[in-house]
């Protein structure tokens, strides 16, 4: 006679089978938990460029300077003229010093680019890269932009969304662009800021609708 009967092999032979499947899926468990460990302590933290921290060092001063006579925060400033002149070694900010974009609209100064027969708009040209950051505080005084003086100047996310509401450029990442630079480069910093809160929605300004100034 056997010693077990074939139900009872076949239950021990299942029971050790789901004792395996749980030591397996033990294993399997501490490994996936070591290996998200050994990702998070090896991924590569988001490093700050020396060419975007040279440039935040160069102009800081006056972004503050401006933000204090104007209104404008710097950090919208630095992160538009990063953003605008490829943090000042696009073509434009090298030969005409223009760090911002603007166009020569009402413009009786030098102008750069452009075409009047093919009526494309050119861009205002600066002595010194310095002209080109007081005529952007300037110009965001105009009317277009006045909404955006009811907004603190430490409200960057704010800001941002209202300068495209505003039409300063058809992008429509245009805000998102700014606030990435503005968080990478903790720049809301500069006035005594804080980091924002993305979850929460940005204050609303209204649009003049008017033609972007910049692209």
């Known amino acids: ?54 440039y935040i060092e160069r102009y800081k001063a006056v972004a ?22 490829s943090v000042g070694r696009s ?14 609209y009402h413009w009786k100064g030098e102008v750069y680019g452009g075409s009047d027969s093919l009526k494309q708009v050119g861009y205002r040209k600066y002595g010194a890269p310095e002209d080109s950051f007081l005529d952007h505080a300037k110009f965001l005084k105009g009317p277009r932009y006045s909404v955006l003086y009811q907004l603190d100047v430490t409200d960057y996310r704010s800001w941002a969304q209202g300068l495209r509401d505003c039409g300063y450029a058809e992008d429509v990442n245009y805000p998102t662009k700014l606030i990435n630079i503005i968080e990478q480069y903790e720049l809301y910093a500069l006035n005594g800021g804080h980091r924002i809160d993305g979850s929460k929605p940005s204050q609303q300004v209204e649009a003049s609708g008017q033609e972007p100034v910049s692209d």
Do not use: W
């Open 91 to 104: 073509q434009m900010a090298q030969e005409a010093n223009n760090h911002f974009g603007i166009k020569a």
């Open 64 to 85: 503050l300077q401006h933000e204090k006579e104007f209104g404008v925060p710097a950090s919208i400033t630095l992160a538009q003229g990063i953003l605008e002149s």
């Open 1 to 54: 006679d056997f010693l077990f009967g074939h139900d009872e092999i076949m239950s021990l032979y299942f029971e050790r089978k789901i004792i395996d499947f749980f030591s397996i899926s033990k294993q399997i468990s501490h490994f996936c938990l070591i290996f998200a460990l050994f990702c998070a302590i090896s991924a590569p933290a988001q490093t700050k460029q020396q060419r975007y921290l040279d």
